[in-house]
């Protein structure tokens, strides 16, 4: 998992964990933790989207260090 494909199909997968947030305000480089809609529930919802869809298990602490979506997904790619 770690093709520009790959980055695109799990930015759609984070972007869908939001209600109120446009997906088109997601990219690689958005600082997640800035948008006006995270909170610990998307979190959460991120963590479990994350385990299931993608077979990765991370922690709270592993996304709380992490600054962007790509980071993120880097992250997750490590696993």
Known sequence: MNTE??????????????D?????????????HELEEW???IAL???NMTEKKFGKKITFDEMKK???VEDLFNVIVAK
């Open 45 to 47: 919802a991120v963590l």
């Open 39 to 41: 909170d610990s529930l």
């Open 5 to 18: 494909m790959e980055i695109d199909v799990f930015l759609k997968s984070f972007a869908d964990q939001f």
């Open 66 to 68: 992490c600054v962007t």
């Open 20 to 32: 109120e947030t446009d997906a088109t305000e997601i990219t690689a480089a958005t600082e997640f």
